[in-house]
């Protein structure tokens, strides 16, 4: 059964920095794309970052390119999503998800984690 745990959440200072992580576990992702997403209350889920486990490439949102960075470690089966210079806008339930397309649609990843909340402070 697959399984994405994500950890790390909290609360911050604007201007602080938080990592997420995503322990993924349960088949072999090296074909998978991963990404994270976020919610804020009475919005969409929102397209963050994504990662080809296999490779490396990353891609990110224009709202957080230059701030977050997405990185996986293949030995511990994790991937995180560094976050930096975080404003208030950044507060949201954050998730970690798989899927077997390079895509930002939510729609498009099989597999999910419970989510993370983040919340920065002004």
């Known amino acids: 059964q697959v399984q994405l745990v994500e950890s790390g959440g909290g609360l911050v200072q604007a201007g602080g920095s938080l990592r997420l992580s995503c322990a993924a576990s349960g088949r072999t992702f090296s074909s998978y794309v991963m990404g994270w997403f976020r919610q804020a209350p009475g919005k969409d889920r929102e397209f963050v970052a994504r990662?080809?486990?296999?490779?490396?490439?990353?891609y990110y949102s224009e709202s957080v390119k230059g701030r977050f960075t997405i990185s996986r470690d293949n030995a511990k089966n994790t991937v995180y999503l560094q976050m930096n210079s975080l404003k208030p806008e950044d507060t949201a339930v954050y998730y970690c998800?798989?899927?077997?397309?390079?895509?930002?649609?939510?729609?498009?990843?099989?597999?999910w984690g419970q989510g993370t909340q983040v919340t920065v402070s002004s």
């Open positions: 990662i080809m486990w296999s490779g490396g490439s990353v």
């Open positions: 998800a798989a899927g077997s397309i390079w895509s930002g649609s939510a729609a498009r990843y099989n597999y």
